[in-house]
């Protein structure tokens, strides 16, 4: 059997380079050719979602009348916005299994949240895995990365294994420098710091939260210099602060992703520049307003994604929860869409007393230059708004104001601001949040660390 297990394993090999080498040559194309492979692309979806899907089936305009469109913007005018509550509640009219296919090979994954219901998507998993890990490698060489040089990571995983092969993806394009990945939970800040002293990676997988407290705690200690080439940031949005921080730090560059559960990759780091690419290859990606109608570059609006190649579940303009802005093409050579912002998430909004929904974020926040500020939780109850941080030197009276009104302008709500602080063992189970968040209670100043710990907790993201 294990001859048989060889030749599935070369064959697998053989496929993803195979889909690799396709998603290069789009990396190469003219605006216009890309546009042209797309809008095919999406077709034979719309097409298919339309005939075997019984939730398009109703909704979506008739084969001839799609077949008859030029282009995909004509396209997405005849189709409705896909909501998560729809994915939510109608799972069962969403999906087709093809019957030749092996029934354990249809995998069901499952959205994190916090406060919001999980949505399922379900996936055909031996070519979603492969055009995942054949984006991967096209994403390797956009930001021309080595294969030979050493990579770790510091992640929220069940399992730390120090010196193991990388293993697919990446040995198929003959890395084999052993790796080592540490679980952010399990250790402090300061072991983090001596383990990257220690094991001097080229590249570090790292969130954004662990990333800035690395590079704070760096520049604070008195350590030597290290260099790190790449930072590789995973489900964070990253400010211009913390690409200056970590260069700073480390003399490194954050090289950053979109991507989500839904869909796997949604948009890389611009080889060049700090913006994004929508991942072409597998997602077509759409931005609008309120009334659903197309933002102008720099004008942010509602994310909607559409998956090119999940003909099992296919989501066809479905409203992720993301707010963000396309940018100008590229100087790079990269014809890729250029997604400028992720400004935040549709729920990092409030509701103002005159019913306008305003959205909150720290994006280029000038309070987070605070180089005292290790580590902060911003929590809007029903009667305060809450900071609560690390820190090692109490913040004076000038940066409280600072801090209290820039809190102020961003909610534009009229509440007080309360400081409290929590000692740094309280932040490790931390690492995965939101920047800010919305308690709907009230706000106990009686409420000891332990206390306010509990409080807090339903608001941490799990990971797993
Ligand atoms: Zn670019």
Excluded at 1 to 17: K, Q, S, T, W, Y
Aim: proline fraction near 5%.
């Amino acid at each position: 059997m294990v001859e048989v297990d060889a030749v599935g394993a070369e064959n697998r090999r053989r496929f993803v380079l195979e889909l690799r080498d396709k998603f290069m040559g789009m990396a190469r194309m003219s605006s216009a050719d890309l546009d042209a492979v797309v809008f095919t692309e999406l077709m034979q979806v719309v097409s298919f979602a339309k005939t075997r899907i019984p939730w398009y089936t109703d909704v979506f305009p008739s084969q001839e009348f799609i077949q008859g469109l030029s282009s995909a913007s004509e396209l997405l005018l005849h189709l409705p916005i896909l909501s998560r509550e729809e994915v939510q509640n109608n799972f069962e009219a969403l999906y087709f299994k093809a019957p030749d296919f092996d029934e354990s090979d249809f995998v069901v994954q499952a959205t994190s949240g916090s406060t919001s219901k999980p949505v399922s998507v379900m996936k055909f998993g031996p070519l979603y895995s492969a055009e995942y890990d054949a984006l991967t490698l096209t994403e390797w060489h956009l930001n021309k990365r080595d294969v030979t040089k050493l990579v770790s990571s510091f992640r929220v995983i069940d399992k730390e294994a120090r010196n193991v092969p990388l293993g697919p993806p990446l040995s198929y394009l003959g890395a084999n420098r052993p790796s080592t990945a540490l679980s952010v939970l399990e250790h402090s800040i300061d072991e983090l710091l001596d383990e990257l002293h220690q094991l001097k990676p080229d590249y570090l997988y790292v969130n954004g939260v662990v990333a800035r407290q690395l590079a704070s705690a760096q520049i604070g200690s008195g350590r030597p210099p290290i260099s790190v080439e790449h930072i590789l940031t995973v489900s964070d949005r990253i400010d211009p602060q913390l690409r200056t921080l970590v260069q700073e730090a480390f003399n490194a560059r954050i090289v950053d992703r979109y991507s989500s559960e839904e869909f796997g990759y949604i948009a890389f780091q611009c080889p060049v520049h700090d913006h994004l690419h929508v991942s072409a290859p597998s997602v077509f990606i759409e931005v609008v307003d309120e009334q659903g109608l197309p933002c102008d570059i720099g004008v942010s609006g509602r994310v909607l994604v559409t998956s090119l190649h999940n003909f099992t579940m296919p989501l066809i303009r479905y409203e992720i929860g993301d707010i963000a802005q396309f940018g100008q093409p590229c100087d790079s050579g990269l014809n890729w869409p250029v997604l400028e912002r992720i400004v935040g998430r549709t729920r990092d909004g409030v509701r103002l007393p005159n019913g306008e929904f305003h959205l909150v974020t720290f994006f280029n926040s000038e309070m987070l230059k605070l180089r005292k500020i290790r580590d902060f939780q911003v929590v809007l109850f029903d009667d305060a708004i809450v900071f609560v941080y690390l820190t090692e030197k109490d913040f004076d009276e000038s940066e409280e104001s600072a801090i209290r009104n820039e809190l102020l302008s961003l909610f534009r709500l009229a509440l007080p601001v309360v400081f409290r602080t929590l000692p740094a063992h309280y932040w490790r189970n931390m690492w995965k949040r939101r920047e800010w968040d919305r308690l709907e209670s009230e706000f106990d100043p009686g409420w000891d660390e332990d206390e306010l710990m509990t409080v807090l907790t339903p608001l941490l993201i799990s990971l797993r």
